[in-house]
């Protein structure tokens, strides 16, 4: 039973560029999180997609982008990236919004210079 | 003021102590509370629940004050591999669905 699994781990980017971040749920989960975490801080929440849809979105600019597909799985994209986007991406599953519980993936490791 | 709130440490303690975590949550609506455990450059993963009756999973006490919005986590008998950044999360039911907030971590430090 594969858990959550994310893509790429880590990646440097230059300021101003785009990345798109990958994640595959566990199975038999529906619902994709996603979470941003700097140095020394917790994770920070950044939105949640549920049913193709984001539901939910924390306090983070519209730089910050994403999308569910039909297979579960979501992708997080950053637009003109800061030296400030640089942290952990974290994505966790869930089944119906959070019932049950959520897991984490490993995370990807984004720095921007 | 922050949604969730943790002393960040370090709390650096022998091996075998008892040490004790706290954690203050601001928003009323909180619905349901965790203790997660991180450790270094690794992903949070579920430590357990926390509820009002307080709850016991071995060496570790987790207990729930709603009146006082107030988290807290007890472990006893402290080993080298608790070494970890502890997180408290509370999660709050919106329209939208739940969302989890953390706190921003307790590092502890379990030393020979």
């Known amino acids: 039973d594969a858990g959550v699994t994310q893509s790429p781990t880590h990646l440097i980017k230059t300021r101003g560029q785009q990345v798109t971040l990958r994640c595959s749920p566990k199975s038999g989960h529906d619902t994709v999180s996603w979470y941003q975490q700097a140095l020394g801080q917790g994770p920070q929440f950044i939105f949640q997609y549920y049913e193709e849809e984001e539901r939910q979105r924390g306090n983070f600019p519209d730089r910050f982008s994403g999308h569910q597909f039909p297979n579960y799985s979501s992708e997080l994209n950053v637009n003109a990236l800061l030296l400030g986007d640089s942290a952990l991406y974290l994505c966790?599953?869930?089944?119906?919004?959070?019932?049950?519980?959520?897991?984490f993936g490993s995370g990807t490791r984004l720095t921007v210079v | 003021r922050k949604e969730v709130e943790q002393d960040p440490g370090p709390f650096n303690v022998p091996e075998g102590a008892t040490v004790a975590f706290n954690c203050t949550y601001s928003n009323s609506a909180s619905q349901s509370f965790f203790w997660y455990r991180q450790d270094c450059r690794k992903e949070p993963k579920l430590l357990m629940s926390?509820?009002?009756s307080g709850n016991e999973d071995g060496r570790f006490t987790a207990q729930l004050n709603r009146a006082s919005q107030y988290i807290s986590l007890l472990i006893r008998d402290s080993k080298l591999s608790d070494s970890a950044t502890y997180l408290c999360v509370v999660i709050i039911l919106t329209g939208g669905g739940n969302k989890l907030t953390f706190g921003t971590g307790t590092q502890l430090k379990v030393e020979l």
């Open positions: 926390v509820y009002s």
């Open positions: 966790a599953s869930s089944f119906y919004q959070g019932v049950g519980g959520y897991t």
